[in-house]
């Protein structure tokens, strides 16, 4: 099979292939020996974009050659997006690619206080952020208000939403990407996306106790509740008043945490079901129960 990698307007090279053994390697170092100095590259997939100097692992683009292989084509066109790299020390793309690598957090914590800081250097601002995501904090409020560095930052740590600019916190993909990995990263979401669901759901996904960050509005919604108190059985006591009261919504909290028995309205406190469901989850919630049912 011939494998031609293009960019949009241009023919790089093209490779042979014969079989899949070590075909991602063949593949990238046939485009870094076409390349121009200070230039790296993106690999064009059907879902995903390869990012020679961010990403990590080959295998999307393994996948997606070996099902071209599989269908048994003659010949396949791969793009690739080229862009300029800046590197003060004008090394090779592989030197650079490996010196970004082994950045410690010392070295990272050191560059992230420089103040002369430009998008320029985002390929090191993505490889800091990438794997201490806390760094976000030292960089300068420009940076802060990057999107694509933001983005890298919350899929590392998603507390540190509350570096980003007021208007990366109304960027619903970054508010998405920032509570998937930590659901208390809500607290710092604009006042409209804490009242989104699909944001809501996946901060309590994560984080059941999250639903205290939730406009009154979730707060209320019993699949919201239902949710939260499913992965952590006191986010109920941020729940409505009116869902305190509900037997299907107290039921699914003692069963995952008796001790939330504390949070329930006093005329459930006399429901005989649930409090066996709170005592057989935690014998201590037997305490909370009405004294005709701990007889």
Do not use: P, W
Request: aromatic share 10%; charged share 25%; proline share 0%.
């Amino acid at each position: 099979m011939q494998l031609l990698i293009n960019t949009i307007s241009d023919n790089i090279c093209c490779i042979e292939i014969n079989n899949l053994e070590n075909i991602t390697e063949k593949i990238i170092n046939a485009i870094i020996t076409k390349l121009d100095s200070n230039t790296t590259f993106s690999i064009i997939l059907n879902d995903h974009i390869y990012n020679y100097l961010i990403d990590d692992n080959f295998i999307k683009l393994e996948k997606y050659i070996t099902i071209i292989y599989n269908n048994l084509e003659n010949e396949h066109i791969l793009y690739i997006i080229k862009e300029y790299y800046y590197d003060n020390k004008n090394r090779s793309l592989i030197d650079y690619k490996n010196y970004l690598e082994k950045l410690n957090y010392h070295e990272c914590n050191e560059i992230a206080r420089h103040t002369d800081l430009t998008i320029r250097d985002k390929y090191i601002i993505y490889k800091i952020v990438n794997k201490y995501g806390k760094l976000l904090s030292l960089l300068n409020n420009d940076l802060k208000g990057n999107r694509e560095i933001v983005l890298e930052a919350v899929k590392n740590n998603g507390y540190v939403l509350l570096y980003a600019s007021e208007e990366l916190k109304r960027d619903k993909k970054i508010v998405l990407y920032a509570v998937i990995q930590n659901g208390y990263a809500l607290l710092y979401a604009s006042k409209e996306l804490k009242g989104d669901k699909e944001i809501v759901l996946a901060a309590i996904n994560q984080n059941g106790l999250a639903l205290l960050y939730a406009s009154e509005e979730l707060k209320g919604d019993k699949e919201i509740v239902l949710a939260a108190v499913n992965q952590n059985g006191y986010a109920l006591q941020y729940a409505s008043n009116e869902l305190k009261k509900d037997r299907e919504v107290l039921l699914t909290t003692v069963k995952q945490n008796g001790l939330a028995l504390i949070y329930a309205s006093e005329e459930l406190l006399e429901d005989k079901e649930i409090v066996l469901a709170a005592v057989n989850q935690n014998n201590y919630s037997l305490e909370y129960a009405y004294e005709e049912l701990k007889a």
